[in-house]
């Protein structure tokens, strides 16, 4: 109860305060992107229920001769870059929090179609709200394997505090301000937890 009610106070609070930047940006966006401003997915949340999150867009609209998307890596611009090394691009899942399709720490919102490839330790990472930022993401954000991230979510999960979650986001503000552990293009890393999984499975 603690956590949801810092939830909503400190994301009502951060709405309005960065409503100025958050006006810019969009207006960045519109000008340098296009329409829409907003990228939205649907993300598994507590219990796995899906819901839509909603992060600024980074990536131009571009497709290959099949009418194919080109990859990330050929998509995304200068600005997006900039969006994502300084995690601006996330801001909008403020809402998100308010809302309480997520909350300020807890796992990351993965994809829906990694629901399949998770273990039954992993599995825990949906017995609490997803978050903005996590316990993953502050031991080496992108930077780290995909076993090492969901290591680290369940581990959270196992051990999470109301104090634990403070430390955590200050964290995150200080490793957002010395940029560590960014990866603005994680495709170029790494691959989707479904083609890794599925590749070592047969």
Do not use: C
């Amino acid at each position: 109860m603690l956590k949801r009610i810092f939830d909503i106070i400190s994301s009502a609070i951060a709405l309005i305060l960065l409503s100025p930047v958050i006006a810019i940006v969009s207006w960045q966006i519109s000008k340098k992107l296009g329409k829409p401003v907003l990228f939205r997915q649907v993300r598994p949340g507590l219990n796995g229920k899906p819901f839509t999150m909603i992060k600024f867009r980074t990536m131009r609209d571009a497709y290959d001769d099949q009418g194919n998307p080109l990859p990330d890596s050929e998509r995304i611009t200068p600005f997006g870059k900039f969006l994502r090394a300084s995690s601006l691009d996330e801001l909008p899942e403020l809402w998100n929090i308010l809302k309480g399709d997520m909350s300020f720490v807890g796992p990351r919102p993965l994809l829906m179609e990694y629901l399949d490839y998770y273990t039954e330790e992993e599995k825990l990472r949906h017995t609490v709200r997803p978050g903005l930022t996590g316990l993953a993401q502050i031991s080496g954000r992108n930077a780290t394997t995909w076993d090492q991230r969901l290591s680290y979510d369940v581990q959270y999960v196992l051990n999470r505090t109301f104090w634990g979650d403070i430390k955590i986001i200050f964290k995150t503000i200080f490793q957002v301000i010395k940029k560590e552990g960014v990866v603005v293009v994680p495709s170029s890393m790494y691959r989707k937890l479904s083609d890794e999984r599925s590749k070592n499975n047969n």
